[in-house]
């Protein structure tokens, strides 16, 4: 029997510790005798044709690096029913037997599109800083913006206690509200604003209602962005609304995607990609590799993408007594 190629690529926004789970998908297929190709700029690279045999020496000294060896990019192309063509037939042409696809929401669904249009057996790996992902506890990624987060944060609030200032800082995310939340917490923020609680109720006049400030000299709310409600929203909405106040923003980007990767985004990294390749040797095929109470799980293509994961309530209420 003809020894099996796996193509690795990273697709979508680039996430602190894919590099190490390019590592440990590539080590680990190749100790249980499989063969690695590594596929370069995610499904774009997949259909031009930019692929290269892996070998361990191919990942070594990459865990520690962030981004993304692979490089990575959003395919248009590959949206499209003749794209998908073209990349199946790159895949023949390599010899490539099976996807494993590190990224997030849009490369997920973007595999199991693929798998249900040509039978190829695809593994996804949750790749992404939002957390979005249903079915896993934690993404790749996740953990180091965490931290990067609350450094900024940290530093923000040198300079709101110095001018007495109120500061929104604005979050990635996308449409969860992971980040927002937990690094508020983290950071010793007053307030999240998170789009889960959007429709809930006027989450600024709740933070006003319960007392700006009180004994405090300055506040530090964080925001997830959004392109109608993000932080310059907010920060106008305060000024206009709350005389009185000396307001400022602080829209954090793409520093939060930068960076070596924590030990827990290395170690996560690594356990799923180890992961990935006992569910191929398993015959699992069109899954993503999670973690659920630190046991690594696989969860169907359809379950990770299908919408919200759920955010736990009391951490807002952690959040909530301990801004006082």
Known sequence: MDTKTIGILTSGGDAPGMNAAIRAVTRSAIYNGFKVAGIYRGFEGLISGEIKPFTTESVSNIINRGGTIL?????????????RRRAYEQMQAHHIDILCVIGGNGSLTGAKIFAEEYGVPCIGLPGTIDNDLDGTDFTIGYDTTLNTIMQCVDKIRDTATSHERIFFVEVMGRDAGFLAQNSAIAAGAEAAIIPEEQTNFDQLE??????????????IVIVSE?????AMHYAKRMQKEY???????SILGHLQRGG???ARDRILASRLGVGAIQAIKEGQRNVMIGVKNNEIVYVPFSRAIQGKKRMDPDLMTVLDELSI
Not at 71 to 83: K, M
Not at 226 to 230: H, I
Not at 243 to 249: A, K, L, N, S, T
């Open 243 to 249: 005389d009185g106040y000396d307001v400022r923003v």
């Open 226 to 230: 959004s392109p109608k409600c993000g």
């Open 260 to 262: 070596s990767p924590s």
């Open 71 to 83: 490089r990575t990019a959003r395919s248009a192309e590959f949206t499209t029913t003749e794209g």
């Open 206 to 219: 709740h933070y006003v209602g319960r007392g700006i400030r009180k004994s405090k000299n300055s506040s």
